[in-house]
């Protein structure tokens, strides 16, 4: 399989005439695609691209093939032919997507959704990627390659933003067809539909402010080392995904309806390692898939300041166990694990505190590996000022003066008192 690259930026300004344009000048012609100027110019109608009847005199396509022919990745009402008109059907190639960062896309409107493929959607044969780059056309790498879920968001102003100020789907396709990297995405009008689902996320950082009580600011995805959050007054979930790894998941601990819960798990064996899951006045992880062999693994995890830490789902019958390894799970309104009175629970080498009214562990079904067995996990009482680096500051990796430090709790740890900087993640 080969791989078609093009290159993106934002809509021009229009053309406009009486104006002096240089070589190098970009406008948007009246087909709302990009025309660069190669003849230096200054305009009248019959310049104008693609009216006017000298135009091709004085401008160039801007067909994505190049960097200096970067498309205009949104323009009008639709995202760019270069990508919509691609032959993922029956081509040879995937499509590789450079988009042009530290720039705003006002997209409005415009979602990225099955039917905006006129040729056909991608495949996993001929996947689509989305990846931002810098000014020069140099794809983005991690803008901190230590970063942890625990600690606060990374800095993303390389990043291209995509902003959606209505009630849209930003993109909805396939998480085996369709990845987006190092892509900033803003949403806040969302009252109907999820922001964004049914995509592979892997370095973006995805926030919704509109308010629902049933909305998710995602549906169903795949997302690696990115963070999702929601800041409106209501909503159903932070994100639907299903596999998640090294993702920070923050809710709006003051949003006063909805379900509220911080990763809404769908399928029968969801996998999390390494999420921080924090401000949810539901559950931080609650688990709604009705199968009785449901298997969720959670390990190496943070739920912090959740209505529960994790919720399992209540169903009879159950022939699979949920396991949760090496998690730490604090300050909880009601309980830290809820089995809701069907769930099997398996719970090792974790940190459970100041778990609300229920305690630690509550409604488990069967004889779970938990409170029973407090040799396994670690219950002492404590604080977050004495365990944690700084949660006012939104840093939850394990402080390396605390009596846990060096056990293997939560995402990851303070470098020791001897480091001579820098950070390291541990994984179980």
């Given amino acids: ?99 042009e960062g530290n720039k705003t896309y006002n997209a409005g409107s415009v979602g990225l959704v099955t039917g905006s493929f006129s040729s056909g959607a991608p495949t996993v044969a001929r996947p689509l990627t989305l990846h931002g780059c810098d000014s020069s056309g140099v794809p983005l790498s991690d803008p901190d390659g230590n970063w942890t879920s625990d600690q606060p968001a990374f800095d993303t102003t390389t990043f291209p933003t995509l902003s959606y100020t209505s009630n849209t789907t930003a993109a909805d396709l396939n998480v085996a067809t369709t990845w ?8 806040t009008a969302n009252t109907t539909v999820p922001f964004i689902r049914n995509v592979t996320l892997l370095n973006c950082f995805v926030t919704n ?80 898939s009705s199968t009785t062999s449901s298997s969720a ?42 089995g809701q009175s069907q769930s099997y629970v398996f719970t090792l080498s974790s940190r459970l505190r100041d778990n609300g009214t229920s305690g630690n562990w509550t409604a488990l079904a069967g004889n779970s590996l938990t409170n029973e067995n407090d040799n396994i996990n670690y219950t002492t009482d404590s604080d977050d000022a004495s365990e944690l680096v700084d949660v006012a500051g939104g840093d939850y990796r ?18 020791a008192a001897s480091s001579a900087g820098g950070s390291f993640a541990f994984i179980g």
Wanted: charged letters at 10%.
């Fill in 209 to 288: 402010s509109s308010s629902s009580t049933s909305l998710g600011v995602t549906g169903s995805l795949v997302a690696i080392n990115s963070v999702i959050e929601a800041t409106g007054s209501s909503y159903g979930n932070v994100t639907q995904g299903f596999f998640m790894v090294n993702c920070r998941i923050v809710g709006n601990s003051s949003a006063s309806a909805g379900n509220r819960y911080g990763i809404q798990a769908v399928g029968a064996s969801p996998f999390y390692q390494r999420v921080t899951v924090i401000n949810n006045p539901g559950p931080g992880l609650i688990i709604t």
């Fill in 180 to 187: 987006l990297r190092f892509i900033k995405l803003t949403g």
């Fill in 398 to 415: 394990i402080k390396n003066t605390a009596t846990i430090w060096g056990k293997g709790f939560g995402v990851s740890e303070e470098p």
């Fill in 1 to 99: 399989m080969a791989i078609t690259t093009r290159y993106f930026q934002p809509a021009a300004a229009t053309w406009v005439t009486g104006t002096a344009y240089v070589v190098g000048d970009y406008v948007l012609g009246t087909d709302n695609k990009n025309w660069r100027c190669i003849t230096g110019h200054t305009s009248a109608a019959a310049d104008r691209p693609i009216t006017g009847a000298n135009y091709a005199t004085y401008w160039e396509e801007c067909d994505g093939t190049t960097w200096d022919k970067r498309a205009a990745l949104i323009a009008g009402s639709a995202w760019s032919a270069v990508i919509t008109a691609f032959n993922f059907s029956t081509g040879s190639d995937s499509l590789y997507c450079l988009i």
């Fill in 297 to 338: 693994s959670v390990f190496n995890s943070m739920f912090h300041n959740n209505g529960y830490g994790i919720r399992f789902q209540s169903v009879g019958s159950q022939t699979g166990i949920q396991r949760v390894q090496n998690c730490y799970i604090a300050n909880s309104t009601t309980a830290g694990i809820d």
